[in-house]
């Protein structure tokens, strides 16, 4: 996606600026908090089921909804941006944030909670998109790939933070399900003051922004069906991992380890965590690595199996919890550093904004799916304290999730070591 101008009103520089690891490490933060109140509900999962009597499809209500509105604005962020520039943009959708987190933490009556995970949802699916426009403003080209990666790797700080907050926030947990909720809004708010730092930057020291021309005229909307073989794999592997990962890690992890693996929830906590905690460090080595030695499809499908093999064992041994969660986020750092820039590699420049928009879009609606599927398979099978058996059924769902994101990534493996490929091996 190209960036537009910023909309700011300050003087613009030629050439990179020293100001530009300000906006990446005030853009970093403002992500991070982003993510943070998105993995808010996991935590508490226990607690909502205990003391509000929630059901599993209610959980996974308050996860789903916040991917619904991201499927609007995956198609409509980029003319946000253009028109009004990232900054803007980062501002508003930050703001949005914090009254959506503010709702949820009140949170009675379940319609309200559930009315504020959907502006959430409005705020983190144009945040993250307009930030990273941002960045593509003020890093040159030699420096974007790392910046991003950087952006990525920090992101997963609150993702991290979140799930261990049952330890360093374990007084908040012991007083109910509601405190957690308030610190997860006090963080968004400290999102948005460092979006407006941000934006302030931006006004007095933006660098001139690499542009590219609009197009003219109305959109061609059978564009979207003249992709090639190649891109279709690697969408169905973007869809359907994210609609594998992020359901249970943020939904029913922590959960599942209370009532099934025995732990505790500071201890359920911080094994989910582990997972975004190796995230953190191991996205931009994986991303150099793809740079230096490329066979990027090879690497997709490595990083691709330890998906359902996660599943396998977590089902059906009892080994050490850990050793599944070092595979998962193994996966979860190679896959992400991979995908992005090989989806660039395979679409042509002047359609890639209508890809990865119709990429955002259908994970989107993968995953909000998926949350509510697995809850229902859960309730369905009665699964809780009394009855671990019961989460079967949502992890063999997961599991024929994985494989058919493996199918795809052997796929694309194929396809691209073939003379139809883009260069990925």
Do not use: C
């Not at 998105?38 to 009597?53: E, F, K, S, T, W």
Request: glycine content about 10%; proline content about 5%.
């Amino acid at each position: 996606m190209s960036a537009g101008p910023s909309g700011g009103d300050g003087a613009e520089t030629d050439g990179p600026s020293p100001l530009r690891w300000w906006v990446l490490a005030f853009a970093a933060l403002a992500v991070s908090s982003s993510y943070y109140e998105d993995d808010v509900i996991g935590p508490i999962a226990d607690l909502l089921v205990r003391q509000r009597g929630f059901h599993q499809s209610q959980l996974g209500m308050l996860n789903g909804i916040i991917s619904v509105p991201n499927a609007v604005l995956a198609l409509a962020s980029g003319v946000l941006i253009d028109r009004l520039g990232p900054a803007r943009v980062a501002v508003g959708s930050a703001a949005v944030g914090v009254i959506g987190a503010g709702l949820t933490a009140i949170g009675e009556p379940y319609g309200l909670m559930v009315f504020g995970r959907f502006l959430f949802g409005i705020s983190e699916g144009a945040i993250f998109i307009a930030l990273v426009a941002g960045l593509a403003q003020w890093f040159p080209r030699r420096g974007i790939a790392l910046a991003t990666a950087l952006y990525l790797s920090l992101a997963r700080v609150g993702s991290y933070a979140v799930d261990t907050s049952t330890v360093w926030a374990h007084r908040l947990y012991a007083r109910g399900w509601q405190p957690p909720l308030w610190l997860g809004a006090g963080l968004t708010a400290v999102g948005l003051a460092a979006a407006i730092a941000y934006q302030a930057i931006d006004r007095r020291a933006r660098p001139r922004a690499r542009r590219t021309a609009p197009e003219s005229g109305a959109f061609d909307w059978q564009a979207l069906l003249r992709f090639d073989r190649s891109f279709w794999y690697i969408l169905g592997l973007h869809v359907l991992y994210a609609a594998v990962f992020f359901p249970f890690r943020t939904t029913y992890a922590i959960e599942y380890f209370q009532q099934v693996k025995g732990l505790s929830l500071q201890r359920a906590g911080l094994a989910n965590s582990w997972v975004f905690f190796a995230a953190i460090f191991a996205t931009p080595i994986f991303g150099l690595l793809a740079d230096r030695i490329g066979h990027r499809a090879s690497m997709l499908v490595w990083g691709t199996v330890l998906l359902p093999a996660t599943f396998v064992l977590l089902a059906l041994t009892d080994w050490n919890l850990w050793i599944s969660t070092a595979m998962m986020g193994v996966s979860f750092a190679l896959v992400p550093a991979v995908i992005w820039p090989a989806t660039t590699l395979i679409v042509e420049p002047a359609r890639l904004g209508a890809a990865l928009g119709l990429i955002t879009l259908l994970q989107a609606l993968a995953m909000a799916g998926s949350n509510l599927i697995a809850g229902w398979l859960a309730d369905r099978a009665g699964a809780g304290a009394a009855n671990p058996a019961g989460y079967a059924p949502m992890l063999a769902f997961f599991f024929l999730m994985a494989l058919a994101a493996l199918a795809s990534a052997l796929a694309l493996w194929h396809r691209e070591r073939g003379p139809g490929g883009h260069g990925l091996e």
